[in-house]
């Protein structure tokens, strides 16, 4: 007989990282019988972001991209730099999709249980408990998605910065984009002596996502979002009529901040409360895939689920590069550069997937070698 207020597994949170784990467990024959809880407050019925990765062969997330490519092109104040991204393709995903289609093929499984309710606490004695506005819930496991507060004077000590963005998806009259070629980075548009860019994706001949980017300290107001995306529609792609059709917004933290060790025994943070977006760049749909790889691993190996998450190095490079990026966040625009002018987009794929040789490392180090980086990298040590 199953107790509905016990488990074996809770998930807090029915997002990218909370979805990934949950089909990870259900594709292995070894969690056929564990009961499994997925808890969230909301339905997941709105498509509120897009999450774009690359891949160079066809996976599980075929049959929901929303669209591929094989080009990009990066433009600064210099240069245009035009990326052949084979064997690679860009790929897009609409969050919409992602939470359909997981929630659906979940829901085909006796041993998982979704619960509409808000998380409140969890405590810790001989399981795990979790106490929400309805109940309490008792496991061997918790995997919590909910970011832990943090203080200003927790953070002090280490380098935190925020990604954040404003996105129209514009559909036009006439056939105005290249649809073949993501414009990855444009910093030609600026908010003052800031990390700043304008970023496309365009699903169509007349439809294109178009974003403008911050990698700064402090966020803005959304108007000024509104300002700069249709400022670069006028004056860079100089289109004069078209349609709104959808818009998204989103803040995503870059910092070194040791999320990790919020880890127990038997509570594992996930997500970005567990720090695995990348630190440097924000992405996190593929290292998502990955860290539920490694915590199915661990919990068949019959070790603490968080063994192993991170490489040291990787977080080691982050922290230098937001480190210059927080102390000069105008070199933004030369730092990018560099990445994508020195080096293959091959290679700059396979680094900043953690996948990358000690040589392709190095030569990465050597093309972004300044005094800025210098200074950073003894500040770090």
Known sequence: MIDEFHFDYIIIGNGLAGLQLALKMTSDSFFDNKQIALIDVSEKKTNDKTWSFWETKPSQWNDLTYKTWEHATVITSKKNIDLNLKPYQYKSIKSIDFYRHSISKLKKHSNIHFIKEKVYSVNESKQALVKTNKNTYTCNHVFDSRIP??????????????????????????????NNKITMMDYRLKDGEQTTFTYILPFSKNEALIEFTYFTENTVTEAIYDTYIKTYIDTYLKIENYTVIETEMGQIPMTNFPFYKYNTKKTTKIGTAGGWVKG??????????????????NLKANRIPSHNLFK????????????????????????????????????????????????EEIKIMWSLFSWSFIKAFFKTL
């Open 149 to 178: 507060n943090i203080s200003s004077g927790q953070i002090k000590n280490y380098t935190y910065l925020i990604q954040h963005f404003k996105g129209w998806v514009i559909k036009t009259n006439t056939a105005v984009f290249d």
């Open 280 to 297: 440097s760049t924000g992405y996190s749909f593929k290292h998502t895939e990955k860290k539920a790889a490694i915590i199915i691993g």
């Open 312 to 359: 040291s190095k990787y977080m080691f490079y982050d922290k230098v590069f937001l480190k210059v990026l927080k102390d000069e966040n105008y070199k933004g625009e030369w730092i990018f550069q560099q990445f994508y002018d020195k080096n293959s987009i091959q290679t700059m794929f396979r680094f900043l997937d953690e996948e990358s040789s000690f040589i």
